[in-house]
């Protein structure tokens, strides 16, 4: 198993494009820094970036490479090799290396300009992002066999994540505006990755008056403790799902 | 050796095996013959495990294959289209199989590198290949870890006359040491002094499974070609 992930990573690596995603990263982020003299607001420019870029960079990226490595795939699955083993360590292999394009890329300027708990909370969260837009990447690319379809697939999926959803809430809120929806939020924000990661951050900066009495709310929830692990493991369910989903329709593929 | 018993299968609309029982046993050297989309790749990959039945069990060694895969290493597999990443070389291919599969404490058989002269292009890419290079690696990769059993599907399509020839030689080779071998082709003069069975396949069914000697008996035809063509045509006029 570690084999194959060595030389996922290897293969990964020699494609430029993850070093390409490390290096506009790191431009993002130091010029983001030096552009604002307030860390904090730099901060919040740049979560909102990373809340667009990762997300989608990462979808589209594992989506294709699972593409392109069918004749890999193909391969390994004439060898002794468990099916399992050679899907989790795709998996692995982009995991990693998206992740650590993004620990290059964000994580060290991060940590030059802003050492603090917030700054660490986002590159925690940035990474679980990576993690869990693979995940679903595999779980788009495993359903179809045309490219064509499953690329598309994905960027619909990135979309619904990053803006349909947002529009969807705003819809509903408006709907049953009279009604007190504030605590039901909590539990649909749990429902998008994205959202969850800009909740917490958002907590972690004292930014969440502005988001009125919703903000009020989640900030007695995700500001706990308690909140603050029940989001990182919503997170974590997120990985695990798609993960496990796209794990189970390999195994059963005919190729 | 292999056991199917009553596989089937359907790729939507179209039946790509119907009920297959087939036996082969070590030391044998099967020939998978047919017209093009009568199931006989269909058949192979069921064998290694890439397509899954519908229906029916595939036994190796008397042990059902489903969910098993340690079973794989006891196969070479040569495949039609051999397709492999684009951006490894020759070399590195060559190494990570070995990498896999090294726990297997096993002689390598290099033979078939050495006499294609794989070496001497051990750091060209996998995309700039040639068709017949690309084969000719396949084969090498099917015969490197000495399995016990060879599936080959359309070995000789796109290798040059004495490429096939070295190939062939190395079948009969093989199959003197009592491997068991599994061959689809087309070109049947080819299979003339290679196999000892003859599988006819047509529209997913299996027609018949005969030695040869039987075969040309039945047919009063002395050569593999003649007699299967004069089988087809019985197959035919059957319908």
Same mark, same amino acid.
């Given at each position: 198993m570690n084999k194959l992930i060595k030389y996922v990573i290897i293969d990964i690596l020699r494609n430029k494009i993850v070093l390409a995603y490390t290096i506009i990263l790191s431009i993002i982020s130091f010029s983001v820094f030096s552009l604002e003299d307030n860390t904090a607001k730099g901060l919040l420019s740049l979560l909102n970036?990373?809340? &667009?870029? @990762?997300?989608?960079?990462? =979808?589209?990226?594992?989506? /294709?490479?699972?593409?392109?490595?069918?004749?890999? /795939?193909?391969?390994?699955l004439s060898q002794p090799i468990q099916r399992k083993q050679i899907w989790l360590s795709l998996f692995a292999g982009l995991a990693v290396s998206l992740s650590l394009a993004f620990l290059l890329g964000v994580g060290i300027p991060l940590l030059c !300009?802003?050492?603090?708990?917030?700054?660490?909370?986002?590159? =925690?969260?940035?990474?679980?992002?990576? /993690?869990? !837009? @693979?995940?679903?990447?595999?779980?788009?690319s495993v359903l179809t066999r045309d490219k064509a379809k499953g690329i598309g697939f994905a960027i619909l999926l990135w979309l619904y994540f990053t803006l349909i959803f947002d529009g969807l809430i705003l819809f509903l809120l408006f709907q049953f505006a009279d009604y007190p929806l504030e605590k039901i939020m909590i539990i649909i924000s749990g429902f998008n990755p994205v959202d969850l990661s800009r909740i917490i951050i958002l907590l972690q900066l004292d930014v969440s008056a502005l988001m009125g009495y919703t903000g009020a709310v989640f900030k007695d929830f995700f500001g706990t403790n308690l909140g603050f &692990? @029940?989001?990182?493991?919503?997170? @974590? =369910?997120?990985?695990?799902?798609?993960?496990?989903?796209?794990?189970?329709? !390999?195994?059963?593929?005919?190729l | 050796m292999i056991q199917t018993s009553n596989i089937s299968k359907k790729f939507g609309k179209l039946i790509a095996l119907n009920q297959i029982n087939l036996q082969c046993s070590s030391g044998q050297c099967i020939a998978l013959i047919g017209p093009n989309g009568s199931g006989k790749t269909t058949l192979i990959k069921s064998i290694l495990g890439l397509i899954v039945p519908d229906s029916g069990e595939i036994l190796f060694n008397g042990k059902n294959i489903s969910n098993d895969w340690k079973y794989r290493s006891q196969i070479g597999y040569m495949p039609q289209i051999g397709r492999y990443p684009d951006n490894m070389t020759i070399g590195h291919l060559l190494k990570m199989m070995k990498d896999i599969r090294k726990h297997e404490s096993i002689e390598l058989d290099l033979e078939l590198i050495n006499s294609f002269q794989l070496n001497t292009m051990l750091d060209k890419r996998m995309s700039n290949l040639s068709g017949g290079t690309r084969q000719k690696v396949s084969a090498a990769l099917a015969f490197l870890f000495n399995s016990q059993v060879l599936i080959l599907d359309e070995p000789t399509a796109g290798l040059d006359p004495l490429a096939s020839e070295i190939l062939k030689e190395k079948i009969i080779k093989e199959k003197q040491k009592g491997k068991?071998?599994?061959?689809? %082709?087309?070109?049947? %003069?080819?299979?003339?002094?290679?196999?000892?069975?003859?599988?006819?396949?047509?529209?997913?069914?299996?027609?018949?499974?005969? %030695?040869?000697?039987?075969l040309k008996l039945h047919t009063s035809e002395t050569k593999l070609s003649k007699a299967v063509a004069k089988l087809m045509t019985q197959a035919q006029r059957n319908e």
């Open positions: 970036l990373i809340l &667009f870029i @990762v997300p989608l960079v990462s =979808i589209i990226f594992s989506t /294709i490479y699972c593409y392109n490595s069918s004749e890999f /795939i193909e391969l390994l !300009f802003e050492p603090t708990p917030t700054g660490l909370m986002m590159i =925690i969260a940035g990474c679980l992002l990576s /993690i869990i !837009f @693979v995940a679903i990447a595999l779980f788009a &692990f @029940v989001a990182l493991s919503a997170l @974590v =369910i997120w990985v695990l799902v798609p993960l496990q989903l796209s794990l189970y329709v !390999f195994k059963r593929k005919d | 068991l071998i599994l061959i689809t %082709s087309h070109v049947l %003069s080819e299979l003339d002094d290679l196999v000892t069975q003859i599988v006819y396949m047509q529209d997913g069914n299996l027609i018949f499974h005969n %030695s040869i000697e039987e």
